[in-house]
């Protein structure tokens, strides 16, 4: 490095020692499990299947797997709306988790 330095005219020819020179850039944040508790999961997914219902057509595919309506009611089995309905969905998720 010192040779470099001449031949090019640098100026400085100290060799610099980075060994003990810190980082500017920070080390990532160790993950950190951000995942709810088991008692709110159970009461957001609660939440949830008491705004779906089970349509018609769903109920009769059960039914011609062989499940009785015990069955299909223990199961909690139930419809999601068709594609494009996300934004309704989370809207009243949202209003029944508050209280609304």
């Given at each position: 490095?010192?040779?470099i330095c001449e031949l090019l005219g640098c100026g400085d020819t100290r060799v610099a020692?980075?060994?003990s020179a810190k980082s500017s850039a920070s080390a990532p944040a160790p993950y950190?499990?951000?995942r709810a508790?088991?008692?709110?999961?159970h009461q957001t997914y609660s939440i949830l299947l008491a705004g779906l219902?089970?349509?018609e057509c769903h109920l009769e595919l059960?039914?011609?797997r062989g499940m009785s309506m015990a069955d299909i009611s223990a199961g909690e089995y139930r419809s999601v709306p068709p594609y494009g309905h996300e934004k309704r969905c989370q809207s009243?998720?949202?209003n029944?988790?508050?209280?609304?």
């Open positions: 490095m010192k040779e020692d980075y060994s950190k499990d951000t508790n088991e008692e709110t999961i219902s089970l349509s059960l039914k011609s009243d998720l949202a029944r988790a508050l209280g609304e």
